[in-house]
């Protein structure tokens, strides 16, 4: 199982970017995919989560500015980040809780794509 990631980039405060997750692979289904970041210096850290049927959760910190959501025909996650703010600069990877055969559950984690926002 892989999972591709894009759309990271430089943004000013204030603006917005889409990022996207695809997984590829053998697999019989994807329980859940995510979102993380780790900035310099810091831990790596759950950003927004969506579970099963559409499900989500979010860090604090992007409560109403960010947005995930899920296209399970294409088995694809995406982060819409709106309001960016300088503090939100970090790597930021994508996860995926992934059942490659019944009942047994692996997790992935994709390349990781920067996302900068400064003026």
């Known amino acids: 199982v892989q999972l591709q990631a894009s759309g990271g980039g430089l943004v000013q405060p204030g603006g917005s970017l889409r990022l996207s997750c695809a997984a590829s692979?053998?697999?019989?289904?994807?329980?859940?995919m995510g979102w993380y970041r780790q900035a310099p210096g810091k831990q790596r850290e759950l950003v927004a989560r969506i579970i099963g049927a559409g499900s989500t959760n979010y860090a604090d910190s992007v409560k109403g500015r960010f947005t995930i959501s899920r296209d399970n025909a294409k088995n694809t996650v995406y982060l819409q980040m709106n309001s960016l703010k300088p503090e939100d600069t970090a790597v930021y990877y994508c996860?995926?809780?992934?059942?490659?055969?019944?009942?047994?559950?692996?997790?992935?984690w994709g390349q990781g794509t920067l996302v900068t926002v400064s003026s």
């Open positions: 692979g053998s697999f019989f289904s994807i329980n859940s």
């Open positions: 996860n995926a809780i992934v059942e490659r055969r019944i009942g047994r559950f692996y997790d992935y």
